[in-house]
């Protein structure tokens, strides 16, 4: 079987290892479920680089960062993978930027035919998969727990799978002496976990 894979990536750095986690997680989908097709989004090399929602742009936000192609994308795509690093206790300003744009009501959410004080979101077609990685251990800044602040944003959105891998303590040891490739080969097991959970 083929899905439609789309890859967010929100690194800030050239060399990153969320970005290469990402890759990795795509590789694995595409070897599972041959003949797919991929889009990809590297916000730091599109209109997410440089326009962020503010009093001044409003009116223009949203047609300025093509919100209805991102949100078309996001309706025909199977499984989202979106990757960001904690940068300053969160996710990139990249992916910040590219959830503003696709949050837009009636598109991707509705209070329509909600319950009272609840939200019905539209992207229930969505398997979604998020990596982060950040230079402190797990646990050290709860308030800066940006994995499920994307995990809230995309259950509100409606996907109907959320998977989450943090990988943390990038800059300590032991980590710190480690490659990117090492790195990533001892969670390989949990990459493949993830993408095992992904069924059609």
């Known amino acids: 079987m083929s899905i439609q894979i789309f890859s967010v990536i929100g690194s800030v750095n050239k060399d990153s290892l969320s970005e290469k986690l990402n890759n990795e997680v795509v590789k694995l989908l595409m070897k599972k479920f041959p003949n797919s097709t991929l889009n990809q989004l590297n916000t730091s090399n599109s209109e997410f680089q440089h326009t962020s929602l503010n009093a001044n742009n409003f009116s223009e936000f949203f047609t300025e960062t093509n919100s209805d192609h991102w949100i078309d994308i996001l309706k025909e795509t199977n499984v989202l993978v979106i990757s960001s690093p904690m940068v300053n206790f969160n ?6 930027n590219f959830i503003d744009s696709v949050a837009v009501a009636n598109k991707t959410f ?5 319950k009272k004080n609840g939200s019905i979101g539209l992207l229930d077609n969505l398997k979604v998969i ?12 709860p308030f800066g727990n940006f994995i499920e602040n994307l995990r809230g944003i995309f259950d509100f959105f409606g996907a109907n799978q959320i ?6 303590g990038n800059k300590v040891e032991p ?10 080969d001892e969670n390989q097991s949990k990459l493949i976990e993830i993408v095992n959970s992904i069924n059609y």
């Open 91 to 96: 996710y990139s300003a990249g992916i910040k």
């Open 130 to 141: 998020i990596l982060g990685t950040q230079g402190a251990p797990e646990g050290w800044y």
């Open 110 to 114: 509705s209070y329509k035919y909600s």
């Open 175 to 184: 980590n710190s002496s480690k490659t990117h490739e090492q790195i990533i």
């Open 163 to 168: 998977e989450t891998l943090l990988v943390a």
